[in-house]
């Protein structure tokens, strides 16, 4: 695989990576946004057999662009089938028939929790009232994993979430089966700066790997709490030029 000069930004690099995270033949529940991007990347390069599933009903979507909404009618025009929606919650999320639940956030703390409904202490009157939870609680309860894919700032990395939207390690290793929720959880973040993953011990977010021309100090200056680093980080590789096209590609299609 050829590199490029650095010649792409870093939400570039952010969408190839979390696009290299999946893998051909997985069942994948597709959040709109940077999940969208990332899923449909990977379907593109590496993973041509990836089934992309939308909470609209959509089941095997192959669109030739970017949807704009999980209502979008491309979604049902590529799809292997259409669906109503209470079958793809109640036949395919909860009984542990997807295999990754791919994210966005707002806000993520260190246990992989997510908030998408109000920013601030006061849910009667929040600073910022969030689009709210949509179908995301019952993805990141029930997926056999779930990915998470989000800017990282300060704002965003928090060392608690004002509201606890979806259920990640809650306040740690346990919690989840306390609940009886069937899936792992968030098992990868990936950001525009790296990767993080829970420590086994404590289900607590660990930074492991920095994208290419990153430093710790700048995923640490970006993160809410006292990020732990792997003994072991890894770098990710820069995108090839096949993936830089592929993913341009994708964006500039109307």
């Not at 601030?120 to 993805?139: M, Q």
């Amino acid at each position: 695989m050829t590199t490029v000069e650095r010649t792409y930004t870093s939400d570039e690099m952010m969408s190839v990576a979390a696009a290299r995270a999946l893998t051909g033949g997985q069942r994948v529940f597709v959040g709109i946004g940077l999940p969208s991007t990332a899923a449909n990347l990977a379907r593109r390069t590496h993973a041509e057999d990836l089934v992309l599933i939308y909470e609209s009903g959509t089941l095997g979507s192959k669109p030739t662009r970017l949807p704009a909404s999980i209502g979008d009618g491309i979604l049902a025009d590529t799809a292997d089938a259409v669906i109503s929606v209470p079958e793809v919650f109640n036949y395919w999320l909860q009984p542990g028939r997807i295999d990754v639940g791919f994210l966005g956030a707002a806000q993520l703390d260190k246990f992989g929790n997510i908030n998408t409904t109000v920013i601030g202490a006061d849910y009667a009157d929040p600073k910022v009232r969030l689009p709210g939870a949509g179908g995301a609680p019952e993805i990141a309860a029930n997926c056999h994993e779930v990915y998470v894919v989000v800017r990282q700032s300060k704002r965003s990395f928090v060392e608690q979430v004002d509201f606890i939207t979806s259920f990640g390690h809650g306040r740690g290793k346990g919690e989840r089966e306390k609940l009886g929720l069937p899936g792992a959880g968030p098992t990868l973040v990936i950001t525009d700066l790296g990767v993080m993953r829970p420590d086994p011990e404590t289900a607590e977010l660990v930074l492991t790997q920095i994208h290419d021309g990153v430093t710790v100090e700048q995923v640490k200056e970006a993160t809410g709490w006292d990020l732990k680093v792997a003994p072991e980080l890894e770098t990710t590789p820069p995108p090839t030029e096949a993936e830089l096209t592929a993913l341009r590609e994708l964006k500039a299609a109307k």
